[in-house]
């Protein structure tokens, strides 16, 4: 079985691997990537502070609440004549007062708590919403940059798939189906060439002394045990 038509389609696909990885690994596409990751950052921080910032309300809204339920209670007490009261009901609504102060106290700090928070997550939203506008721009500039450059290697790749189609036609079947299973598992090259007197082309294992046998026995082709490849042999 001759191999030298799926060794022209494999130098044919490489181009096409190697077009492939350099749009991928430009510098345009990172900055693309970088700045969509950013902008997604930054809004998933918008989230959380939006989130943070609703407790706080609620936290504040519950202390007003908090805050008129203990000053109607001193209302209430207060509002009592005390020309009428002996000296252990003077005591009782004295220590009553006393707890209902400590009670709005606590109120009036859990109260600057929240609302200091809720401005400092207003000075972080701005500075965010500013950072997420910006990562935003830059992603949608890096997109179109990327685009055209994909369109630009998009020529380049169709004259290759043309010829991976042409040269298609005059591989064996067998052989192109193997080349393509190999290839859809990240193994590439497919097809690497024995390397004397022991290994693999591919990964540089040593391979076991039948395989070897067998390519020295006009099996031109075996799979490597170790990287999955096609050692061939053209000896």
Same mark, same amino acid.
């Given at each position: ?44 921080a ?11 309300? @609620?936290?504040?809204?519950k ?24 000296e252990k ?43 997420a ?7 949608r ?12 290697k998009?020529?380049?790749?169709g ?8 040269? @298609? ?18 193994k ?26 067998k390519?020295g ?5 075996? @799979? ?10 053209k000896?």
């Open positions: 079985m001759s191999i030298d038509k799926i060794l022209q389609y494999q130098e044919a696909d490489m181009k096409l691997i190697k077009l492939e990885n350099e749009l991928k690994s430009s510098d345009t596409a990172k900055k693309m990537i970088y700045f969509q990751n950013a902008t997604k950052q930054s809004f998933d918008l989230t959380r502070m939006n989130e943070n910032a609703e407790s706080d309300i @609620e936290c504040v809204k202390m007003m609440a908090a805050f008129e339920e203990v000053s109607k209670q001193i209302d209430e007490i207060t509002s009592d004549d005390i020309a009428d009261c002996d009901q003077l005591e009782y609504y004295s220590k009553q007062l006393e707890k209902l102060e400590q009670k709005l106290d606590e109120i009036e700090r859990e109260t600057s708590r929240c609302n200091k928070e809720l401005s400092d997550l207003n000075v972080k939203q701005r500075k965010e919403y500013e950072q506008g910006n990562s935003s721009k830059s992603y500039k890096y997109t179109e940059d990327f685009n055209a450059l994909k369109k630009e998009s020529v380049e790749a004259a290759i798939m043309k010829e991976l189609k042409d040269l @298609e036609k005059g591989v064996d079947i067998e052989l192109l189906d193997r080349y393509k299973k190999v290839r859809a598992n990240k590439r090259p497919v097809f690497v060439p024995f390397i004397k007197p022991s290994s693999c082309g591919g990964c540089g294992m040593e391979i076991a002394s039948d395989i070897i046998n390519l026995e006009g099996r031109k082709i075996q @799979e490597c045990p170790n990287c999955g490849r096609i050692i061939y042999n000896d």
